[in-house]
């Protein structure tokens, strides 16, 4: 077995699929072992809260919010900044990082929904509602992936001022996100919580496995690369 193949696995499989595992443990846990213990019991009442407080200005920012976070805007954005980053900086390392943080939480996302059926909020729901479970919120996860992802990226390069605020503001989108997934009725507050730990440790999962120049399958590119220069 090749060095390359064995870093994919120890460093990308393996780590994934035990995310998958916390995953699914974790939604046991919400939905069958602990639904009648607190905080769990609060959250009918949380989702109440949020539908009793809509107003037709917070509906539109939920909508902008929600909009940012969907499938479609995810695909799109993902990639159009995946070629942006090849282009300016001539390399694939940071595309690869971003393409792999999406797709790693979509496929655990997706998975997870099909272990743990939850049904959603019992509130007006101002989404249509997907095929999947309410755990976890795919829309927070793929925010937290894809805008966190990007300012990790951003913070690795960061040198003035608006660049570092432009990375800061690009943190706060999934919190954004999170609560309009809640104020639309759409999903518990643990469903977004839970997003935020499968969204973050797929992007620390691919940071780890692309962003490292430590790698050895990653260095072996260099000579080739310095070839090409020369």
């Known amino acids: 077995m090749s060095d390359t193949v064995v870093q994919i696995i120890r460093r990308v499989l393996l ?7 916390f995953m699914v443990l974790l939604g046991v846990l ?9 905080p769990f019991t609060v959250e009918d009442s949380v989702n109440r809260e949020f539908a009793g407080d809509r107003t037709g200005g917070w509906n539109d920012v939920s909508l902008v919010f929600s909009t940012l976070a969907s499938t479609q805007m995810i695909v799109v954005v ?3 900044v995946a070629l942006a ?18 797709t790693g939480q979509a496929l655990v996302f997706l998975f997870t929904t099909m272990v743990i059926d939850r049904q959603r909020p019992a509130v007006e729901h101002m989404d249509t509602s997907p095929p999947t479970s ?3 919120s795919g829309h927070t996860s793929a925010a937290v992936a894809l805008y ?9 390069r960061a040198r003035s001022t608006g660049a570092k605020v432009a990375w800061w503001t ?30 973050g440790t797929c992007v620390a999962i ?20 310095a070839t090409a220069r020369t």
């Open 78 to 80: 993902t990639v159009l």
């Open 30 to 38: 919400i939905t069958r072992v602990f639904e009648r213990t607190w």
């Open 170 to 199: 690009l943190l706060l989108v999934p919190v954004g996100v999170a609560l309009t997934r809640m104020y639309r009725g759409m999903h518990h507050p643990s469903d977004v919580v839970a997003s935020f730990i499968n969204g």
């Open 15 to 21: 780590p994934v699929s035990l995310l998958f595992g």
């Open 85 to 102: 980053l090849r282009l300016w900086l001539k390399r694939w390392r940071e595309p690869l990082f971003l393409c792999a943080a999406v």
């Open 134 to 136: 309410s755990f976890p």
């Open 148 to 156: 966190v992802g990007i300012a990790v990226l951003m913070a690795l």
């Open 206 to 225: 691919m940071a780890r496995a692309v962003l490292d120049r430590g790698l050895r399958w990653g260095r072996a590119k260099l000579p080739m690369a």
